[in-house]
């Protein structure tokens, strides 16, 4: 029986490895202080239990995720037929100091290690500190349009 959209256990669907493994930031989705829905594409590192994304300081999101920490991400491909994990969690905000080592990781696995690492030395010499924001997964969906479908298309 396949596991059903909401199922955290989608996490370890192949396509959902796939897709956690690629160089493909997510889009993060949350609610601006006026109530209006904002989307902006940001780096991720899963830990195997939740996701790490990393903000400076000043991002104007971080006011917003303060006030409404709800948020949704996806993470898709862009060739057909098309591959897409939806993700909704809570974020939480930690301020660390220096680099957050998940976004060191994600650099990495977007540039390659030589260049992901003189990104984060660039970056560390910029910047005294970084906002972690980490998202425990509540309810998780995953097309693939072969065999999991948008609900609308599944009736």
């Known amino acids: 029986m396949p596991v059903k959209q909401g199922d955290l256990g989608l996490l370890q669907h192949p396509v959902s490895i796939e897709l956690l493994q690629s160089k493909i930031p997510a889009r993060l989705a949350y609610v601006w202080m006026d109530g ?3 989307v902006v594409p940001i780096w991720f590192h899963w830990n195997g239990r939740e996701f790490v994304m990393a903000s400076s300081p000043k991002a104007p999101k971080l006011r917003a995720l303060a006030m409404n920490s709800k948020v949704a991400f996806t993470i898709d491909d862009n060739s057909f037929p098309h591959k897409v994990l939806l993700v909704r969690g809570t974020a939480h905000l930690n ?8 976004y060191a990781s994600a650099a990495e696995r977007y540039f390659g290690r030589e260049q ?4 984060v030395k660039q970056l560390g010499g910029q910047t ?3 906002v972690r924001i980490t998202i425990t997964p509540e309810w998780v969906g995953l097309l693939d349009f072969q ?5 609308a ?3």
Do not use: H, I, N
């Not at 301020?95 to 998940?102: I, L, R, S």
């Not at 992901?116 to 990104?119: E, F, I, M, R």
């Open 36 to 38: 209006t829905p904002r």
């Open 147 to 151: 065999t999991r479908f948008p609900s």
């Open 153 to 155: 298309l599944s009736a």
């Open 116 to 119: 992901g690492q003189a990104w």
């Open 95 to 102: 301020t660390v100091e220096g680099v957050v080592p998940e």
């Open 128 to 130: 005294q500190s970084m």
